[in-house]
């Protein structure tokens, strides 16, 4: 008799379907049972958080869902009670929705403004030719660009050596103060001499 019982419930639980919630992201505070919320197929792409599931298990005489808002009007009360804000509604091969994920809207960041991106400046073209002496070959030295040859250094004019008068050996100064009163001597007897050799007149 207690298993026929058992057998019963079994069947009966089978024919009418089940519908399981399970929370699955950070609690939230329930909402009263007459809230309203999004129905969603898509996911979106940012602002809100799964915070529960709802599994609706088709049975041979309910849960059979093939209407969006006959499947919300059901899991209607467990949305409102996980404090969702929408449920994404899934649906199986046979376009039958056994599953919704109840979601939470949360606030989103702004993005930053991205910044303009500054004009990348032209590479500066290197100058033609030298830059420094080191550029240059040999003692060459690099002027405008070009590596040239020194030019030679003016030599300073070679100064005037002052004017002496030629130096007289002192050996040489007395032999002339000898012959000096010798030529004074000599001359009276030149004169003698030309005097006796001059004619009568």
Known sequence: MVKTYGWVLC??????????????GPK????PLTCDFQILTSLPMSGYLEIGTIDVTPGGYG????????????????????GGDAA???ANGYGMYIKASVLKHVEVAPTPAARPVA???????????????????????????????????ASAPAEAAPAT??????AAAP???????????????????????????
């Open 88 to 90: 994404f509604a899934s």
């Open 119 to 153: 004009a990348a400046e032209p590479p500066k073209s290197k100058p033609a030719g030298c830059e420094f002496d080191t550029q240059c070959k040999g003692d060459r030295i690099c002027l405008e660009g070009k590596c040239v040859s020194p030019e030679p250094k």
């Open 165 to 170: 008068p030629p130096a007289v050996s002192s």
């Open 175 to 201: 032999a002339k103060a000898a012959a000096a009163p010798a030529k004074a001597a000599a001359a009276p007897a030149n004169a003698a001499s030309k005097a006796s050799t001059a004619p009568a007149k």
């Open 11 to 24: 069947l009966v639980f089978l024919a009418c379907g089940s519908t399981d919630v399970t929370a699955t």
């Open 63 to 82: 849960n059979q869902f093939t209407s969006l808002s006959d499947f919300k009007d059901h899991i209607h009360e467990q949305v409102c009670q996980l």
């Open 28 to 31: 939230a505070p329930p909402r």
